[in-house]
């Protein structure tokens, strides 16, 4: 429900109004209902020639552990399984109101100041934190108002959504139950039907709950930038930016165990996750921007530009985030995964004889980052999300890779998260069409045309990759995977009347 009301003076634009959200869900979430079993691989039996133990050891990969798994040869029991119990039914509703003012001042024809605050509240969870100032300026120094001038400066604050809410019911330790049993003596899919993994083994529960002290999601940006207008049509801007992000949500294992064993101590109860989301998540960042066009010229229109964004935290911008240790902070300060440093895009239309005409739009993006993990849960707080480190000189264990020698477990530091770097990814969608008039009438409301077009997506067959390789000691660490579909080529008609 939105109502805005605008108020003009002789100097001020009043604005004010509110945004009410209500959301009501019911949902049926059965994700894990079925059970997962995960392979980590780690230390099993060496096996000869004949798949029998030597009586040597020897570590294996999580494929190769499933893989004999598969064929019921030694070493080949599962690292972990883990299942939810109980009804998969969730039904809540979250209600959120947004109320804001905002002041234009024209204070000279050539000089404009906006003021304003907003402010957010919500239930499920409960935040009041919410009231947040802005400020901007925009100045014309010339007469002709060719150059414009402007800088912003803010609070903000997010808001957290019905999925997050669902996934706190999801695993809220009552109505569902998560559970997890390391290295199960009895695995279903070696095994007859009836197996049970938990029998006779150690049950480790998982549960997500809220920090008493839950706020709003804080952040300021401050931004400067500039327009320019040029002659015949072209216009060139330029824009950076400056962030600094506080109280970010970010969700830590506050029951994990002393000694990195699933069923050692912990500073809690016994056996239990406690995957609490709280406001202990820092970041900030800056971003630069720049584009030009041209839109005067007869035959082609175009524009193009750059993005370059440095967004870092400790959250990976996500509330369920869960830090490798909730001991140490060391080496979760990182790039957001996916999130590429480098954009450059740009467009056209070109007009070309015989009434063709080209459409196209390139994008291009660059460095995003992945993480690099060992596959294992080496502190057993129930995340497989751990790190390497970087290997003591002349430890025989060490592993050469791009990022130095690092280790599975152990080592004289944690490798960074997120120091895995993507390959350069590029798309051009290309349209060529010609449009055929068929009405005899020119002045008739409903003209008769026809269209024929070649599309092209992935013009330039690049190929793009979405996943590399992150879990040391994989066959297919830092080695591309996955791609997007290559140049995709279709043609059309389309007939208006």
């Excluded at 990195?260 to 820092?282: E, F, K, V, Y």
Aim: charged residues 15%; positive net charge; glycine residues 10%.
């Amino acid at each position: 429900v939105d109502d805005d009301a605008i108020l003009s003076l002789k100097k001020h634009l009043l604005k004010f109004g509110t945004q009410l959200l209500f959301y009501s869900e019911h949902n049926q979430l059965t994700t894990n209902f079925n059970g997962t079993y995960t392979f980590g691989g780690g230390l099993a039996p060496l096996l000869g020639a004949n798949s029998q133990p030597t009586g040597a050891s020897d570590t294996i990969t999580g494929l190769e552990q499933y893989r004999r798994a598969v064929l019921h040869l030694p070493g080949g029991a599962p690292t972990a399984f883990s299942n939810v119990a109980g009804t998969p039914r969730v039904d809540f509703t979250q209600l959120g109101d947004s109320l804001f003012f905002q002041d234009d001042w024209k204070l000279r024809p050539n000089l404009h100041i906006a003021m304003g605050m907003r402010y957010f509240l919500q239930n499920n969870p409960n935040t009041y934190n919410g009231a947040t100032p802005r400020l901007g300026i925009s100045w014309s120094p010339d007469k002709k108002a060719t150059w414009n001038l402007h800088g912003h400066a803010g609070l903000f604050t997010g808001r957290y959504a019905p999925r997050e809410w669902n996934e706190l019911l999801r695993m809220d330790g009552v109505h569902r139950i998560t559970s997890t049993v390391y290295n199960p003596s009895c695995a279903a899919i070696t095994a007859a039907a009836g197996c049970d993994p938990f029998a006779g083994a150690t049950s480790i529960r998982s549960l997500r709950t809220t920090s008493p002290h839950l706020s709003n999601i804080s952040f300021a940006i401050e931004n400067v930038g500039f327009t320019k207008s040029f002659p015949h049509g072209w216009n060139l801007s330029g824009d950076a930016f400056i962030a600094r992000i506080w109280n970010f949500t970010r969700s830590r294992n506050i029951n994990t165990p002393f000694n990195g064993s699933p069923t050692g101590p912990r500073p809690g109860p016994a056996n239990l996750n406690i995957l609490q989301m709280d406001n202990s998540g820092q970041g900030g960042g800056n971003a630069q921007f720049a584009s030009l066009e041209q839109h005067s010229f007869k035959r082609i229109q175009f524009m193009m530009g750059v993005v370059r964004v440095d967004i870092f935290d400790d959250t990976n911008d996500s509330s369920t985030f869960t830090p490798q240790s909730a001991y140490t902070n060391a080496g979760e300060f990182a790039r957001r995964t996916d999130n590429p440093l480098w954009n450059l895009f740009g467009s056209s239309t070109v007009k070309l004889p015989l009434k063709l005409q080209l459409n196209d739009a390139l994008n291009m993006s660059g460095a995003a980052t992945y993480n690099i993990t060992t596959g294992f849960d080496n502190n057993g707080d129930g995340e497989f999300n751990d790190r390497p480190g970087y290997a003591a000189p002349g430890d025989p264990n060490a592993m050469s890779t791009r990022f130095g020698r690092l280790v599975n477990t152990g080592g004289i530091a944690p490798l960074p998260r997120n120091k895995g770097i993507m390959p350069w990814t590029a798309f051009l969608n290309a349209n060529l069409q010609r449009t055929f008039t068929l009405s005899h009438n020119a002045k008739a409301d409903h003209q008769q045309t026809l269209v024929a077009n070649i599309r092209s997506v992935n013009a330039l067959n690049h190929t793009n990759v979405k996943q590399v390789g992150g879990v040391l000691g994989s066959p297919l660490f830092g080695i591309p995977y996955a791609a997007d579909t290559g140049r995709h080529i279709e043609a059309g008609l389309r007939y208006s009347f």
